[in-house]
């Protein structure tokens, strides 16, 4: 007779979910490391378009398979149904995350493996698992894979005790800090003056991204023979430093958004209506300069792609190849280091006139709009003012993820459809 199993009393541990920031760090990197470095991003490149085109062909084969049209038959109310149906096909096919952190183990071969370790392959891999989903969701038309030319400019790790990991050395040694990849120990310029830094590196460390940034020539300060920066990422376990003076007024503010307009009315104080982010357009306007002189160069330089009228010859389905002077190619790299400057301002007065939103009041009002839509019509304007991304930042500030108290207020958005005489509530947030 045999003797019955005691019952198991070992549980999986769930991962607990805790909040998160960032610290980024720019690296002092000589030219050997650096030719060092773009050797492993040039494995990461290769290995991530493996893993994508492999993850591509297994899409295309689940949406092939007769049981995928059966699946996308079953009625939307029926979401259980639906759920297990195409779960069953992912794990057929090999379409899940698990499935492809098993598959680049065979695609980390040769010379690849020197340069990739496991857990950066497993990443790679994670990351292309998330670009293949959106097209499977619908989110995305199709992935992008990285050309030599347009090269990879990022990878991370997933924990920082092995492989791509930042070391912080105690005060007794000096206080400096190391990103040690492969063989390569890439010193950190730390500001201890600077209380961001200070608050962020108190925190544990969770994982380090390493970040290739192009600067503006190859002349620019910290920057390689190839005209690059690099920097790191921290992902630390915590809150962000926030600066004292920062209060939430009381009572409730409308706000009304439009493309280039910013309309404030609070219950408590003068409503106010302004021109948003007034600040980025003599930026704006040099980008705008930029491009013309890029496109008098492209046009001198490649005359046969032109017509009579200055238009630009259809081949068909055939790609035209274009002709790119240094002077083209100089002109380029200003172009988009303006580029980022303007990114980091728009940022930038994004933050501050979110905490002047909060500081008027603590529950905001607004209408619930596309943000999409307006790109079709006032593209210009949406594309240099962001004013969606203003929206998610404010949805964020006012209640913050995993519940951590970042200001604590309500963010109501209504919609336009009116029910008798009052607008209905579509969503509502609410923190503390």
Request: glycine share 8%; aromatic share 6%.
């Amino acid at each position: 007779m045999m003797k019955p199993q005691a019952a198991s009393t070992h549980t999986q541990a769930t991962t607990v979910r805790t909040p998160t920031f960032l610290l980024e760090l720019p690296l002092v990197v000589n030219q050997g490391q650096s030719k060092r470095v773009r050797a492993h991003l040039e494995a990461a490149r290769q290995l991530s378009n493996a893993i994508l085109s492999l993850g591509q062909r297994r899409l295309r084969c689940m949406r092939a398979d007769p049981a995928w049209q059966e699946a996308r038959a079953l009625p939307r109310a029926h979401k259980a149904e639906r759920a297990v149906a195409f779960s069953a096909l992912r794990k057929a096919h090999g379409f899940t995350e698990a499935a492809l952190h098993q598959a680049v183990k065979g695609l980390r071969v040769g010379w690849i493996a020197e340069h990739i370790e496991a857990v950066l392959a497993q990443t790679l891999a994670t990351r292309a698992y998330r670009a293949l989903n959106r097209v499977c969701l619908g989110h995305a038309r199709r992935v992008r894979f990285k050309s030599r030319g347009r090269g990879f400019s990022s990878i991370e790790n997933k924990r920082n005790d092995t492989g791509l990991r930042f070391v912080l050395q105690p005060p007794e040694k000096g206080n400096a800090g190391f990103l040690l990849w492969n063989g390569n120990r890439l010193p950190a310029l730390i500001d201890w003056q600077d209380e961001v830094v200070c608050h962020g590196l108190r925190h544990r460390i969770k994982y380090a991204r390493l970040l290739q940034r192009p600067a503006s020539s190859k002349r620019a300060a910290g920057a390689d023979a190839e005209g690059d920066r690099y920097c790191v990422q921290l992902v630390l376990e915590g809150t962000p430093h926030r600066k004292p003076k920062h209060t939430v007024g009381q009572g409730a503010v409308g706000a009304d958004l439009g493309p280039s307009t910013l309309a404030l009315v609070p219950q408590e104080g003068e409503a106010s209506l302004q021109v948003f982010c007034a600040e980025l357009a003599p930026d704006e306007r040099a980008i705008r300069r930029l491009q013309r002189q890029m496109d008098r160069q492209r046009r001198a330089g490649n005359p046969e792609h032109y017509d009579a009228k200055g238009r630009i010859r259809r081949q068909g389905t055939k790609k035209l190849r274009w002709k790119q002077s240094k002077r083209y190619q100089a002109i380029r790299r200003r172009k988009a280091t303006k580029e980022r400057k303007l990114a980091a301002h728009r940022k930038s007065l994004h933050g501050r006139k979110v905490h002047e939103v909060m500081a008027l009041g603590s529950t905001i009002i607004l209408e619930k709009i596309s943000y999409k839509a307006w790109q079709k019509q006032f593209g210009t304007s949406v594309g240099l003012r962001a004013p969606g991304m203003f929206v998610a930042l404010l949805k964020r500030t006012a209640v913050p993820p995993l519940g951590v108290a970042s200001t604590g207020g309500i963010l109501v958005a209504r919609s336009h459809t009116h029910h008798g005489s009052e607008p209905m509530v579509s969503w509502l947030w609410q923190e503390g």
